[in-house]
């Protein structure tokens, strides 16, 4: 790729913020994606505790499975050790990591234990048993138009605050067509022809993932109504520097974010400050104001990014090379919250796409495209 910009070149020429709009942005989008190596602004979502907008009561559970008609197919309940330990987590306290300008996390080290092999068998389950995508797509700038690769596997459930799925918890084993329909919270009306509903069917949260949802959201003293997943398959797949703080996610967005399987850096560093009115800002001064930070996540660790975070903080997954390239696949689960529809558009869109569905194939050891049983 031709338009290659570092984070050198980033840092050297600070800008002011530019005001956020409702952004179409995937990590990929600004500044290239990771195939670019560059640098990315903007990236990829509660109110009452109400059972009729949870997203994920609106699946059908049915023999240990929950379906949807916007599965591909039946995704299994938690194994039932699994579901017991659940209740037992987080396995250890958050420590607040705070003593950087605008930075708030909570960090669990671990959440999910690591003792007794909960962590890996978490991992295992949903790699084998979620639908994936490998989303590409085109991103038009300055009237050039490059072609995206997202450097991992991704999948999302879920339903922004507006709205809910129309059948509850109270018609499991039932509903039958009723089910895919996405009602207006206020109103009742069906919304499903909404533009921001066409493009891609939302779907909800399976119980698997939707059981996690709900210790995230006691664990962060908040609620969540979306759920992204990224496979990380070897150190070749990564996540460039973007934060999560698109206007459809309000001001003070609170993440919660599970890492499964191979350790990985996790990097943060605060995003360039504008230089002080009429002043010249140096290199010295902004790395006075703030450090860069790595945690090395590990299997089971869930880190809560909150307060002024995502407004002034990047991140990112960087490529593993070397003796750490092959050690393993990685699995994110990040829960948010998307307040309005074109958070719940601009999440499918990113994650899932148009392309192809994958599953992991045990045999091979790899994500293959799966195709229905006829
Ligand atoms: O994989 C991770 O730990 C980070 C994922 C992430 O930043 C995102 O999905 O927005
Ligand atoms: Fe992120």
């Not at 003593?99 to 991992?123: I, K, T």
């Not at 022809?193 to 939302?202: G, H, L, M, V």
């Not at 797949?237 to 967005?253: Q, T």
């Not at 399987?261 to 990097?267: I, Q, V």
């Amino acid at each position: 790729m031709s338009r290659k910009r570092t984070i050198d070149a980033f840092f050297g020429a600070p800008k002011p913020k530019k005001p956020r709009g409702i952004s179409t942005s995937s990590p990929e989008t600004f500044g290239g994606d990771a195939h670019l190596d560059g640098l990315n602004t903007s990236g990829n979502g509660l109110k009452e505790l109400d059972a009729a907008i949870v997203p994920g009561t609106a699946t059908r559970k049915s023999d240990g499975y929950s379906t949807h008609p916007t599965y591909p197919f039946p995704i299994p309940h938690l194994p039932p050790a699994l579901a017991a330990e659940l209740t037992s987590w987080p396995a250890s306290l958050g420590r607040v990591i705070n003593e950087q300008p605008d930075l708030d996390l909570l960090y669990f080290e671990p959440y999910v234990a690591r003792g007794g092999g909960s962590a890996r068998s978490l991992f295992e389950f949903l790699r084998s048993e979620l639908p994936f995508y490998r989303v590409e797509y085109d991103i038009n700038r300055g009237g050039t138009s490059t072609h995206i690769r997202t450097p991992r596997w991704t999948t999302v459930f879920g339903l922004d605050d507006t709205s809910r799925f129309s059948s509850s918890s109270s018609s499991d084993g039932g509903g039958g067509g009723d089910m895919t329909k996405i009602l207006d919270v206020k109103t009742g009306c069906d919304v499903s022809a909404d533009k921001f509903y066409t493009r891609y069917k939302p779907r909800p949260i399976p119980k698997c993932l939707d059981d996690l949802r709900l210790s995230a959201q006691v664990a962060a003293g908040c609620e969540f109504n979306f759920c992204l997943v990224n496979y990380y398959a070897s150190g070749a797949d990564s996540i460039s520097f973007h934060s999560d703080d698109e206007r459809f996610l309000g001001p003070l967005p609170a993440i919660a974010s599970f890492s499964l399987g191979a350790r990985r850096d996790f990097l943060l560093k605060h995003k360039p400050v504008p230089p002080p009115p009429g002043g010249e800002h140096t290199e010295a001064m902004r790395n006075a104001a703030s450090k860069p930070l790595k945690l090395p996540l590990a299997s089971g660790d869930m880190i809560l990014m909150r307060g002024l975070t995502q407004a002034n903080w990047l991140h990112s997954i960087p490529k593993r090379t070397g003796k750490n390239a092959t050690d393993g696949g990685r699995i994110n689960i990040t829960f948010r919250r998307a307040l309005v529809k074109p958070g719940t558009d601009n999440y499918y869109n990113y994650n899932v796409g148009t392309g192809p569905v994958y599953k992991w194939d045990a045999a091979s050891r790899e994500m293959r495209p799966w195709k229905k049983n006829l």
